[in-house]
């Protein structure tokens, strides 16, 4: 069974500093793990996702994050944040169940707060 | 331009009325999904379907059905019986193990 678990449900940082937003997973087989972002009353959008290729995956809007299958993690970072990064963040596994479908599950979300 | 779409944007019902969310996508994708979020909370899985007139009970279907009689289309209608309908509804599609793409999202209010 799949499970995906978010650390935190807030993160707060000052505009111009570091971001990690945590998630760890349970994956019965090679998972593929997405991130995505959420905008007040929007739908989400695809920041970056891992199947199988390289272990340090580049997204969108620099963000990145690594795929650590000894730690089960898949953190999501970004050097240096920007007010325009303030949002909700999914963290999302999903794999292939008995029958052959993909039924991603999401993790809890952790709300990202930029401070100037 | 390739996308899912859902409409309305805001939908308000009175206590006893079915209502009915569209979702439409033109991306040829085989599966689609219906997804509720709450305030503060993640998302929730209601209904989905891997292919044309097939689908499954997600996490929390009591009180919503759904059709699947085309490719591109998948409505969610939110039925009398769903006790607490007031909510964000997503409806997203995806390609085999690909990633999944979000419509904007309906927010229902009940009266």
């Known amino acids: 069974a799949q499970s995906v678990t978010q650390l935190d449900s807030h993160v707060s940082v000052s505009e111009g500093t570091p971001v990690l937003l945590r998630c760890n997973y349970s994956s019965s087989y090679s998972p593929s793990l997405f991130w995505y972002v959420q905008h007040p009353n929007k739908g989400l959008q695809l920041l970056l996702k891992y199947t199988s290729a390289a272990t340090l995956v580049k997204g969108i809007n620099g963000f990145e994050a690594e795929f650590k299958k000894s730690e089960t993690s898949f953190h999501l970072t970004k050097p240096s944040a920007h007010m325009s990064d303030a949002a909700e963040y999914f963290c999302v596994v999903s794999e292939r169940l008995a029958g052959g479908s993909y039924i991603p599950t999401f993790g809890r979300g952790t709300s990202l707060i930029v401070h100037p | 331009d390739g996308g899912i779409t859902q409409s309305p944007k805001y939908l308000f019902r009175k206590e006893g009325q079915n209502v009915t969310l569209s979702c439409e996508q033109n991306?040829?994708?085989?599966?689609m999904y219906w997804y509720r979020q709450d305030p503060g909370q993640g998302l929730r899985l209601i209904y989905y379907s891997q292919i044309v007139n097939d689908f499954q009970k997600g996490d929390i279907a009591e009180g919503y059905s759904v059709s699947r009689e085309k490719k591109e289309s998948f409505p969610l209608t939110v039925t009398s019986a769903q006790k607490n309908p007031t909510a964000f509804y997503l409806c997203?599609?995806?390609?085999?193990?690909?990633?999944?793409?979000f419509g904007p999202g309906t927010r229902l209010t009940v009266l």
């Open positions: 991306l040829n994708h085989d599966a």
């Open positions: 997203a599609s995806k390609a085999g193990r690909n990633e999944q793409f």
